[in-house]
Each structure stands twice: as structure tokens, then as C-alpha cells.
């Protein structure tokens, strides 16, 4: 590469979920990236939703927080703002964090008295971070190395690792032609935690990488349950916040 070369590259990162867990089946799952939006079923709401709590834990023996108090939203929640009840008692949450992962458990309560089955949620958010994002304007010139790493947030009651095994989640690196990356790429380095919990996606930036995109995928069964891609794009052509979040589809 020449030096005259100063071609500024830009990297984006692009979000989609599948939201396949909020489609109104027993799905406990849900899998979103951050940066989304997302809806979590009550299943077991009664007519109206003054009766509705919405609980929250990050871990198995941390503190139940109240999200929602019969049907009114706690204001003392750090998140409050980004938090909505809709009309079917769902629990809408905005610009998920990856902090936002956890179980989310709705309960039914009249006169004091608690109704029915909690409905849960266990909410997975995968999130990408890349090395040169220290910075908010995420500028990187071709012939630097650049790093995606791509974690799982999870509640699990066992370690991240056995629960990925046993409900046989997989999160993978892809390239542009929807090829999956391995280990033997000669370009890139791909490094799973021990607990297959974050996978890193390291490589050299090239010119010739403008406009390309690099996919995470979180796969459960075989099937997507959520992606992000990064995309190299020439500084030059934006010139807003570099790192943007928007939905594929
Ligand atoms: C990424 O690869 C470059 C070049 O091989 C290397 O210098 C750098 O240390 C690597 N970074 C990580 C986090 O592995
Ligand atoms: C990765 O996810 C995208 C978006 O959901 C999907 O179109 C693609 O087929 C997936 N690729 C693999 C190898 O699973």
C-alpha cells in the first residue's frame, strides 16, 4: 500500500433480529442486538393491565427490580425512560443495552393477591464492540488491524459456556459472500472464548475493503436468531457519527 494511500475508512455496524421469540408463543428466548427495539409477551395479562408487574433479574440470585407496578411504570429504574407498557401489557423496551439482558418475568396481581403463572422472558442481546471504537468517531486506515468482538449477553443459571452447549447456540463470523469464517482463513484471525461466549474477528484492513460487511450471527438450532454486520466505508462518503445503528430488514 503507497502511502498516498489515505483512504479513511469508516466502520459501520449494522443490526437485525429475528424476532421470533415475541411472536406470542411460549418462546422463552428472545434474542436482540443492541441498539433495537424490542417487545416481550405477557401471556398471562388479564383483561386490563392494572393488574400487570413486570420483574426483572440480571443473574439467578440477584435482586428482583420492578419495572412495572400494576400497571404503572417505576420512575426509580435507571432505564426507566426507555421502558413503555403497550396496550396488551407487553413490556416495550427501547435501544436495547446490552446491560438490558436477563429474566424478565410478568405477574398478574388482584386485590393483593398474586393470579396465575408468571410468563417469563430470558432476554439474550448480542452485541459487537470493535477496537477502534474507543473514540466515538470511529475512523480506521486501511493497513491497521482492526478487532470485532462479538458477545452474547446472557442470564444463565449455569456458566455462559454450558448453557450455549446444551441449548446448542452457536455465534459465527461471515463474510460477504455468507460464507462462515473459521479458524483457517488466511485473512483473518477468529478467536472463540473459552466459553464460546464472544467471538473475535480479527484482521488487517485493506482498500480494497470498502463497502465490505463482516457478520455476527447467533445461531440457536441451526436457526438465526439475531445479527450484527460491520461495514468498511470510506470516510469520505459519511460524515456523521460513524458507528450507526439501523435495522436490515
Ligand atoms: C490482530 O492481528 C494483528 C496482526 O496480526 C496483531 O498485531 C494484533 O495483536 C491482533 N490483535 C488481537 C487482539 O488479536
Ligand atoms: C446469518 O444471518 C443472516 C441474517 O439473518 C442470514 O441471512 C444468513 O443466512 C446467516 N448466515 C449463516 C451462515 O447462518
Not at 429474566?103 to 393483593?112: E, F, G, L
Not at 474507543?134 to 452474547?152: D, F, Y
Not at 477468529?190 to 484482521?203: A, F, K, Q, W
Request: charged share 20%.
Amino acid at each position: 500500500m503507497s502511502d498516498e494511500c489515505h483512504l479513511c475508512l469508516l466502520g459501520l455496524i449494522f443490526l437485525s433480529s429475528l424476532l421470533t421469540g415475541t411472536s406470542g408463543v411460549d418462546d422463552a428466548y428472545v434474542f436482540i442486538s443492541s441498539g433495537e427495539d424490542v417487545r416481550l409477551l405477557c401471556n398471562n395479562a388479564l383483561h386490563d393491565c392494572t393488574s400487570t408487574m413486570w420483574l426483572y433479574n440480571r443473574f439467578r440470585y440477584s435482586a428482583t427490580v420492578e419495572l412495572i407496578a400494576l400497571g404503572l411504570k417505576k420512575t426509580d429504574t435507571e432505564r426507566h425512560e426507555r421502558l413503555s407498557l403497550g396496550p396488551d401489557c407487553s413490556l416495550n423496551i427501547k435501544n436495547i443495552a446490552k446491560e438490558d439482558y436477563g429474566y424478565y418475568s410478568c405477574r398478574q396481581y388482584v386485590n393483593d393477591k398474586q393470579q396465575g403463572t408468571d410468563t417469563h422472558v430470558d432476554l439474550h442481546v448480542l452485541h459487537v464492540s470493535s477496537s477502534s471504537s474507543s473514540s466515538s468517531q470511529t475512523e480506521i486506515s486501511a493497513g491497521r488491524s482492526v478487532t470485532l468482538s462479538c458477545q452474547l449477553y446472557s442470564f444463565a443459571e449455569v456458566s455462559c459456556g454450558d448453557w450455549i452447549c446444551s441449548e446448542r447456540i452457536e455465534l459465527f463470523w461471515v463474510n460477504q459472500a455468507g460464507v462462515k469464517l473459521t479458524r483457517s482463513d488466511s485473512r483473518y484471525q477468529i478467536l472463540s472464548s473459552s466459553d464460546h461466549c464472544i467471538i473475535t474477528l480479527n484482521t488487517t484492513l485493506l482498500n480494497e475493503d470498502h463497502n465490505r460487511e463482516w457478520r455476527c450471527n447467533v445461531t440457536q438450532r441451526d436457526q438465526v436468531k439475531s445479527s450484527v454486520t460491520y461495514t468498511v466505508k470510506s470516510s469520505g462518503e459519511k460524515t456523521s457519527s460513524s458507528i450507526s445503528y439501523g435495522r436490515v430488514c
